[in-house]
């Protein structure tokens, strides 16, 4: 089985991403960001990246050539990304809402930088290796512990990890893991909280 390698690009973007989750949950958590200014941030990520389409920004130009993988929409990820967080904020109480960004955050990110140094290399998907998923999942459920129980955060992470490792396609649309890691992590936590309440 070969090899997936990961590149000094895939290394910055995973970073980023691992940062970007930490960072926007200790805002959050702090009061030093309100969900509702994350819905600004993305508009205007959305606006940044129809203008890069057209157009190279001097600064953001840059940014895209570090961190952007070639031939998608500029920006797509970082915009994905902050749909997910939204999405969490909305749907969920803010314990669960932040253990579940973690786990996208942490687990995702490890998922995708530990995978190719696995010896196994067994791929559960065209791009995901079993590996990276434990990794992920033990990573991301350490995470999510700040806020949740271990319990809650190490099934949420699992789960959440299982499904992302998955590649679920609607339409034949591959989903996006930025909404579907955070929104599964925080529906598990929710259900396990109801089940154990009795509710």
């Known amino acids: 089985m070969t090899k997936m390698p990961v590149t000094p690009l895939e290394i910055r973007r995973q970073l980023f991403h691992i940062l970007l989750g930490i960072v926007l949950v200790c805002l959050l958590s702090h009061g030093i960001l309100a969900a509702r200014d994350l819905f600004w941030i993305l508009a205007a990520g959305i606006l940044v990246s129809w203008i890069s389409t057209r157009r190279r920004l001097p600064i953001i130009g840059w940014f895209l050539d570090k961190f952007e993988r070639k031939q998608v929409r500029p920006g797509k990820g970082v915009i994905t990304y902050f749909i997910g967080v939204i999405l ?33 290399k067994t791929k559960l998907s065209d791009k995901k290796l079993f590996e990276g998923t434990i990794a992920g999942a033990a990573f991301g459920g350490a995470a999510a512990m700040v806020f949740v129980t271990p319990f809650e955060a190490f099934v949420c992470a699992i789960i959440a990890m299982i499904f992302e490792a998955m590649e679920i396609r609607l339409n034949q649309k591959l989903l996006n893991d930025n909404v579907t890691v955070p929104l599964v992590a925080g529906t598990v936590i929710l259900l396990l909280r109801n089940f154990l309440n009795g509710n």
């Open 88 to 120: 969490a904020l909305e749907l969920f109480p803010r314990d669960i809402a932040y253990a579940a960004i973690l786990v996208l955050a942490v687990g995702d990110g490890v998922s995708s930088l530990v995978g190719p140094f696995g010896h196994l």
